[in-house]
């Protein structure tokens, strides 16, 4: 079954760090496009990063210089290493694969990430 | 302020078709045939309704069909059922980012 599960949200104080996973199984992470997306209480979804197959990576200016998305091929697994956290990034966080250009198929259900002091 | 413009929200009767509509650019949805539809039910992820302007995923019910004029997509839900009660978001490529773009949603509410 081809399946993303996220995991390494929490309660954060503002400027801290957060590292989210998303393992995957049924597919090669590596093989694919894959995306972090984010969705603020009550508010509609934003693409915040993604890292195509070949290795490069892209980002949302409103996190840009302080995340870092990244995967490990032996463990099927993508991350985003959150750095100097704010409040306006306190969102549900959410990985998909693309399925094709900006069509997101298959999708985790996401982990929370709450940053307040 | 979203990329793409989407009503905030829409509602019907069951057995009743509605669309939705989502307004863009020609450097977005005008400009390539790559716009998508997700369902979000309270508290769950997005689930990918349709893809490149009118494909539906495997499993995804043909009560749901996607089309474009211009710079504006729309969804259409026909024979309205309660399960449809959801937010919708459309998503597109663009030429203006590295990354896709999302509308603001829309809720549907079946009456």
């Known amino acids: 079954e081809v399946q993303l599960v996220e995991s390494g949200g929490g309660l954060i104080q503002p400027g801290g760090s957060l590292r989210l996973s998303c393992a995957a199984s049924?597919?090669?992470?590596?093989?694919?496009?894959m995306s972090w997306v984010r969705q603020a209480p009550g508010k509609g979804l934003e693409w915040v990063s993604v890292i195509y197959s070949g290795g490069s990576t892209y980002y949302a200016d409103s996190v840009k210089g302080r995340f870092t998305i990244s995967r490990d091929n032996s463990k099927n697994t993508l991350y985003l290493q959150m750095n100097s956290l704010r409040a306006e990034d306190t969102a549900v966080y959410y990985c998909?694969?693309?399925?094709?250009?900006?069509?997101?198929?298959?999708w985790g259900k996401g982990t929370t990430v709450t940053v307040s002091s | 302020q979203s990329a793409l413009t989407q009503p905030a929200s829409v509602s019907g009767s069951p057995g009743q078709s509605i669309t939705i509509s989502c307004t863009g650019t020609s450097s977005d949805v005008g400009g390539y045939n790559y716009v998508s539809w997700y369902q979000q039910h309270p508290g769950k992820a997005p689930k990918l309704m349709i893809y490149e302007v009118s494909n539906r995923p495997s499993g995804v019910s043909n009560r749901f069909s996607g089309s474009k004029s211009g710079n504006t997509a729309s969804l259409t839900i026909s024979g309205l059922q309660a399960e449809d009660e959801a937010d919708y978001y459309c998503?597109?490529?663009?030429?203006?980012?590295?990354?896709?773009?999302f509308g603001g949603g829309t809720k549907l509410t079946v009456l």
């Open positions: 049924g597919f090669t992470v590596s093989s694919n496009y």
């Open positions: 998909a694969r693309e399925l094709s250009s900006s069509s997101l198929d298959v």
């Open positions: 998503s597109s490529y663009t030429s203006s980012s590295t990354l896709g773009v």
